[in-house]
């Protein structure tokens, strides 16, 4: 265990909707990291939080946006969906807010859009 | 952002033989090179990572190596065993915009028993 918890761990929800995956850090954590994996691909970096405070973004969809919340819980929120949003979303922390430290990843929300 | 490249896509070896898995990046202030490990519908887990301080780190059976000058790391695996089946991802670390990881895109690593 990580000590990374995301919910849902799975969902289903058809095109056009809207939805939202949760990560709690790790205790201690200020950092998290939002991260897309499509089957057989690897891991696209869409956002960094950190101390409630967007950090970086990368290949992240207007249709997408996240927030760090007072408790350092993050949340990402998808709409519009489409059939190609249908991957494992990963969120990650560290305790830095450099990448030269440990991430820790949750074990994934997978995201099936009908 | 940061580009990470990573080979090969996919690596067979028999048990007991070596794999090496290499990665080059773009940035050269980054400092911080992980290797993370994925067991099929599993989270990534890191099992190794070197700092740019250093040219080599070792752990048991699993290695990694810096060229700063060349920038490019690799991750030895000696002795391969089944259970190191899964897929192996090297990430660097943008550093002038936040230092968020990027990834490379993965070497699928199957151990023929």
């Known amino acids: 265990d990580s000590g990374v918890t995301q919910t849902p761990k799975h969902l289903i929800t058809a095109t056009g909707q809207r939805v939202t995956l949760r990560c709690s850090p790790r205790?201690?954590?200020?950092?998290v990291y939002w991260y897309q994996q499509s089957l057989d691909q690897g891991l696209q970096f869409l956002i960094q939080y950190y101390n409630g405070e967007e950090r970086a973004k990368g290949n992240i969809l207007e249709r997408f946006s996240a927030q760090q919340f007072p408790d350092l819980h993050s949340e990402l929120n998808l709409s519009s969906l489409e059939l190609g949003d249908s991957a494992l979303y990963f969120c990650?922390?560290?305790?830095?807010?450099?990448?030269?430290?440990?991430?820790?990843f949750g074990q994934g929300t997978r995201l099936t859009v009908v | 952002g940061e580009n990470v490249e990573q080979h090969p896509s996919t690596l067979s070896v028999q048990e007991g033989d070596s794999a090496v898995i290499k990665c080059t990046y773009s940035d050269s202030a980054s400092n911080y090179f992980p290797w993370y490990k994925q067991e099929l519908g599993k989270r990534p887990q890191l099992i190794i990572d070197i700092r740019s301080n250093v040219g080599e780190k070792k752990d048991q059976r699993i290695a990694v190596t810096l060229n700063k000058t060349a920038k490019h790391f690799s991750l030895h695996i000696t002795e391969t065993q089944p259970e190191d089946s899964a897929v192996y991802f090297c990430?660097?670390?943008?550093?002038?915009?936040?230092?968020?990881?990027?990834f490379g895109t993965g070497t699928s690593l199957t151990v023929i028993p």
């Open positions: 205790s201690g954590d200020l950092s």
């Open positions: 990430a660097a670390p943008q550093v002038n915009t936040g230092n968020q990881f990027y």
């Open positions: 990650a922390s560290s305790v830095a807010p450099k990448g030269d430290t440990e991430a820790f």
